[in-house]
């Protein structure tokens, strides 16, 4: 079992560090996501393996980043994106995900205050 994971997709790309233990989120991400904490450009997560994309929605706004195959073999899918440009960190926002048909999977409300402003 994998106790660290080397990467996860940052904006769709795997480049960041991750330390996080996949095999314990494998069960809890089969009907919701888990977050990443971010504090910086983009919002990050692992989502169950029938996740093809994730919205993320604020107010009438909302950005999108696809779910790719997680490169560990753990069968989730993980994903990242960039904040929109008004995007607020201390407001509660909406996680969506969606399989390749566009049906949504799985909502998720992320609580106010969650996405933490950057630190100077």
């Known amino acids: 079992m994998l106790e660290k994971c080397p990467a996860v997709v940052t904006a769709g790309h795997l480049c960041a560090t991750l330390s996080l233990p996949l095999w314990s989120l494998r069960e809890s991400t089969l009907k919701s996501p888990a977050l990443i904490p971010a504090s910086g450009p983009n919002w ?37 994106g960039a904040f929109a440009k008004n995007f607020d960190r201390d407001k509660a926002a909406t996680l969506i995900g969606r399989d390749a048909q566009g049906t949504e999977l799985w909502r998720h409300v992320v609580p106010k205050g969650y996405f933490q402003a950057p630190a100077n």
Not at 50 to 64: R, S
């Open 44 to 80: 990050s997560g692992v989502a169950a393996k029938e996740t093809v994309l994730v919205e993320l929605k604020q107010g009438g706004k909302a950005v999108f980043a696809p779910a790719l195959d997680d490169p560990w073999g753990e069968q989730v899918k993980v994903f990242s």
